[in-house]
């Protein structure tokens, strides 16, 4: 595939997905009773998302920015095996729980990166997983005060 292909077509996946990310927001609430609502921040990332794609397009428009050159399928296979992998966190974070879910999450995504080969990167790979899970647990639970999703260690 055409590297100037696959940038228009992720481009415009980014699109859409900045559209979806400020319609949830808008749905979450942008303004509350205090100065943000629990939207504000998924409408700044949203219009992030949107402006970068929006600006990617642009320049395509333009023939300003075309990428040259053709891609892979080993190279693809990362980039494939982490989108699969945040899909099926993302829709199993409520029913799982983020306590069991990240860690599987992370040492998946680390796994598409750096293929276990030895047990010393999946060893490495297990202290990512467990360290990350615990620092976010207790960024977001205890030092944020934002609850996480209990899904199966629910009460």
Do not use: Q
Request: proline residues 6%; neutral net charge; aromatic residues 10%.
């Amino acid at each position: 595939m055409k590297l100037s292909l696959l940038d228009v077509l992720v481009s415009l996946l980014l699109v859409a997905l900045g559209i979806y990310v400020i319609w949830h927001a808008a749905v979450y609430g942008i303004l509350g009773p205090t100065i943000t609502g629990p939207g504000f921040f998924p409408l700044l990332s949203g219009l992030m998302i949107l402006i970068g794609a929006a600006g990617v397009l642009i320049g395509h428009i333009r023939k300003s920015r075309a990428m040259e050159g053709r891609i892979t399928g080993s190279e693809t296979v990362p980039v494939v095996l982490i989108t699969l992998f945040t899909v099926i966190f993302l829709l199993l974070a409520e029913t799982v729980g983020m306590i069991l879910l990240t860690p599987l999450y992370v040492f998946g995504v680390a796994s598409a990166i750096l293929p276990p080969r030895s047990l010393r990167i999946i060893l490495c790979h297990c202290v990512v997983a467990v360290g990350f899970t615990l620092f976010a647990y207790l960024l977001f639970d205890y030092a944020l005060g934002i609850p996480l999703p209990d899904g199966l260690l629910a009460n």
